[in-house]
């Protein structure tokens, strides 16, 4: 991708290298991409040759299936009622863009708060599986990530991470999530977070 494209367009809360491959892992390049599922089964819809086409296939199926536009395969129903309220915004690529690596960079803070914000770099190809895989599955952890609330906070190695930074010991990091404030709709979906790295004196 263009450097100058991802300057401008992509969400300033994401490096650009992460920028780079959120979208070489979601989307198939095509800024008219239109991909429709029901019941987790593929429909085949026309491939649309203009933006027109693409947003009457998108109207067409909204509300009745999965629909993701664009180069980020962004989900086209999140926060829209009526299928008339949707925008050719959606198969602009610069907007697209903006758009989905908007919702990406909430989505890896999500995980990125199940982990416990963690603060080594090592950890961020792992939440970027997760948060690959809870945008195409929209869900994680079974909660909608799109629906969701931004937890807010900074991904892992946003900035580089300092050299002090990374030679502290892991456990140092660990409390930073104890006491933070348990919300009532979370009970039941938190996974099992243990400290282990003082196992084998590390």
Known sequence: MDAAFIAECADLSLKPAIVEQFVAAVGPGDPLAVTVKSGGRLILVPK????????????????????????????????????????????DPCENLRMGTRMFSKIMRIVSKWYGNPTSSEVLPQIFEDAVYAWNTGQFEGESVFQAEDPGGTIVDRKEVSSDAADKPADATASQSEGEPSDEKEVGTAGIRVDLSRIGGQ
């Open 48 to 91: 649309p040759k203009t933006p027109d086409e693409a947003m009457e296939v998108i109207r067409q199926y909204v509300g009745q299936a999965v629909v993701r536009v664009g180069l980020t395969q962004f989900p086209a129903g999140v926060g829209v009622k009526d299928a008339s309220a949707l925008k050719p915004d959606l198969v």
